[in-house]
């Protein structure tokens, strides 16, 4: 989510065409109004949305654009995402590498008797 203004960090046009090379859509929406300001020291700094490089970040990436001027339009954007966003479980062997440390810490076990009493028993 942005207003359209970059003011620090890397190109955002560079790293949504390097989203797109490594297959990561990236969805954007823009948030504010061309009229937009904000009170900075005291004083009023207009701050207009730019629709079309929140668009454009979208587009080079493969992903999807959202414009929404009002916190009700924001929620709106973000149900609708939430029915497009999932997750999956995916079951898997957690017992290599415990297996592998228990392993490790008889074998550690077994030198240190030896070292300390010169036998195994």
């Known amino acids: 989510m942005s ?8 190109d955002v046009f560079e ?5 797109k090379q490594a297959g990561v859509p990236i969805t954007t929406t823009s948030f504010g109004t061309e009229t937009g300001t904000v009170e900075i020291e005291g004083r009023s ?11 454009q970040v979208a587009e080079l990436s493969g992903g999807d654009f959202y414009q929404a001027e009002s916190a009700e ?6 149900d609708t995402l939430g029915e497009q966003i999932g997750y999956e479980i995916v079951p ?3 017992s290599k590498p415990w297996f592998a ?21």
């Open 45 to 55: 700094q207009r701050v207009p949305v730019d629709n079309e490089a929140v668009e």
């Open 92 to 94: 898997g062997d957690a």
């Open 101 to 121: 440390l228990a392993t490790l810490l008889t074998a550690t076990a077994g030198a240190t008797g030896l070292v300390f009493t010169r036998r195994l028993l």
């Open 3 to 10: 207003d359209g203004k970059q003011t620090v960090g890397r």
């Open 15 to 19: 790293v949504a065409a390097e989203a």
């Open 73 to 78: 339009e924001i929620r709106s954007v973000y």
